[in-house]
């Protein structure tokens, strides 16, 4: 889709820069965006939390990516994409407008594909763990 050519883009730029995106996802799909969104933004993502389960925030995490696409396109250094990815206040304050993308970003996001991708990953997330440990 067109919208994820966007993110392909931005991804580039991180890489490029040498960001990792899990340095700020982490923290939101943990606490579940408290502290990265206005808090009216992080209730409304909240309600659908609850209301379509934890697809919710991955969808949220894509929604932030896009409202940010601007700033981290634009950034030339490692501290502009990091605080483009960090400050999120002013760009999330139109709650609506943020439902809106991350209900978009859900459209995108069938249940069955994010199980495929768990199970893949869990895999992986576990024998990186056996190795750590040995």
């Not at 950034?75 to 943020?98: G, I, M, R, V």
């Not at 895999?123 to 040995?134: I, L």
Request: with cysteine; charged share 20%.
């Amino acid at each position: 889709a067109e919208e994820h050519d966007e993110l392909k883009q931005v991804m580039a730029v991180l890489t490029d820069l040498g960001v990792e995106l899990s340095f700020v996802s982490t923290q939101w799909l943990m606490l579940c965006v408290v502290n990265a969104l206005p808090t009216e933004t992080t209730l409304r993502v909240w309600d659908l939390l609850f209301a379509q389960g934890s697809r919710v925030l991955i969808a949220a995490s894509l929604a932030i990516l896009h409202l940010r696409a601007e700033a981290i396109l634009e950034a030339a250094s490692f501290e502009q994409a990091y605080n483009a990815l960090k400050h999120l206040h002013a760009p999330a304050l139109d709650c609506d407008h943020f439902v809106r993308l991350t209900l978009r970003e859900m459209r995108h996001l069938p249940e069955r594909t994010l199980s495929q991708l768990r199970a893949i990953h869990t895999v992986r997330v576990a024998e990186e763990m056996r190795a750590q440990q040995e």
